[in-house]
């Protein structure tokens, strides 16, 4: 099993830039791919970006592409989240997430661990 522990949320300003990080503690991370997720109040969650167990295949929402850049450092057990130019509808609470299976996906009924979550607020 296991635990990842999302960080680096915070409120920032409409075009700013935030980097969020997920680290996994309990087992080696390499033999997952890893989700980025994110829900807003009222809203489904849904998927903002994917990358593979092998990093150099990375997977992004139509809405993040360009503004986002997803990566992971496996030999510290990492997975992070570059975000700039931020919008105020980027504002949600972010997950990391994580399943066995060389590729992610888009749905989140296929992870089977998460995060508990890390707050992003983009003020306009």
């Known amino acids: 099993q296991v635990q990842l522990v999302e960080s680096g949320g915070g409120l920032v300003q409409a075009g700013d830039s935030l980097r969020l990080s997920c680290a996994a503690l309990?087992?080696?991370?390499?033999?997952?791919?890893a989700g980025w997720f994110r829900q807003a109040p009222g809203k489904e969650r849904e998927f903002v970006a994917g990358i593979a167990r092998i990093a150099a295949y990375t997977y992004y929402a139509d809405s993040v592409k360009g503004r986002f850049t997803i990566s992971r450092d496996n030999a510290k057990n990492t997975v992070s989240l570059q975000m700039i130019n931020l919008k105020p509808e980027d504002a949600a609470v972010y997950y990391c997430?994580?399943?066995?299976?060389?590729?992610?996906?888009?749905?989140?009924?296929?992870?089977?661990?998460w995060g508990q979550g890390t707050q992003v607020a983009v003020s306009s």
């Open positions: 309990g087992r080696t991370f390499s033999g997952y791919s």
């Open positions: 997430a994580a399943v066995m299976a060389l590729f992610p996906s888009e749905d989140p009924r296929q992870y089977a661990y």
